[in-house]
C-alpha cells in the first residue's frame, strides 16, 4: 500500500509523513531528497546542467519500519547529513523548477516504492510519481502558519520580521513551483484534501490513519470486473 502525501513547502508534509508512517508501521519515503542531491551537485559544478547531474547520479534511497528516513547514498557516499542546509534546500528548489530533472529522477523514486507499505512525501507524488497510490492527501495550510513552520524548522527569527521574509521566501517557491507545467501545487482529482493550519501533528496523522485504515479494508476495494 502507497500513501501519497503532496503539498506546499511549510505545509507539514515531512513531519506528518513520518509520524504517519510509524502510526501505521510503514516504510517512509522523502522523495525530495533526491532534488536535494542533485542540488549538491550542481552546487559543486555550477558549469553543468542540473539534468545532466541528475541522470549520471547514482542516488539509493532507502525507507525504515521505524518510519524514520533511511540513509541517502549518492554516487556510494552517505549524504543525509549534508543535504539539509538552507543553500541546498533553495538550490533543490530551483533544480526542481527543471522538468528534465524531474524526468530523469521519477523512475527511482518509483522503482523504490513498486513493493510494501510506504508513506511518500515529496513533489508530484500523487501525481505523477504514485498515481495509483492507495490513498492520497495534499495537506496545505495558511501562509502564516506555513511560514511559522518552516521557520521554526530552520531555528529562524521568530519576529514578525523573521516571519516576514519566510512568508515571501515561499511566496516564491509557490511562484517557481507554479510555473513550467509543474503540478506541484496541484492536488490530484482523487486526493483529499486537508488544511493543517491550527491542527497538531496528532491530529493530522489520526485523520490521515484513519482514512488509510478504511482505504485497506476490503470491502473500500474497487470489485473485480467480470471477465
Avoid: N
Amino acid at each position: 500500500m502507497v500513501i501519497a502525501i503532496d503539498g506546499p513547502a511549510g505545509a507539514g508534509k515531512s513531519t506528518v509523513a513520518c509520524a504517519l508512517a510509524r502510526e501505521l508501521g510503514f516504510a517512509y519515503l522523502d522523495s525530495g531528497a533526491m532534488y536535494r542531491c542533485v542540488a549538491l551537485l550542481a552546487l559543486a559544478a555550477p558549469d553543468e546542467e542540473p539534468a545532466r547531474l541528475a541522470r549520471a547520479a547514482r542516488i539509493e534511497l532507502s525507507g525504515t519500519p521505524a518510519g524514520e528516513p533511511g540513509p541517502i547514498f549518492l554516487d556510494g557516499r552517505d549524504v543525509g547529513g549534508k543535504i539539509r542546509s538552507p543553500e541546498v534546500s533553495e538550490a533543490a528548489s530551483m533544480v526542481a523548477a527543471d522538468p528534465a530533472v524531474r524526468e530523469a529522477l521519477v523512475p527511482t523514486q518509483r522503482e523504490a516504492v513498486a513493493h510494501g507499505d510506504w508513506v511518500v512525501e515529496g513533489r508530484d507524488i500523487g501525481t505523477v510519481v504514485a498515481p495509483d497510490a492507495l490513498l492520497k492527501v495534499f495537506l496545505t495550510a495558511d501562509p502564516q502558519e506555513r511560514a511559522r513552520r518552516r521557520a521554526a524548522e530552520r531555528g529562524a527569527d521568530r519576529s514578525e520580521i523573521g516571519q516576514g521574509q519566510v512568508v515571501e521566501e515561499l511566496r516564491a517557491r509557490d511562484e517557481r513551483d507554479s510555473t513550467l507545467g509543474r503540478s506541484t501545487l496541484q492536488a490530484a482529482p482523487d486526493a483529499v484534501v486537508l488544511d493543517t493550519t491550527g491542527l497538531s501533528v496528532e491530529q493530522v496523522v489520526k485523520q490521515i490513519a484513519g482514512l488509510a485504515r478504511a482505504a485497506a479494508r476490503p470491502e473500500a476495494q474497487p470489485a473485480a470486473r467480470p471477465s
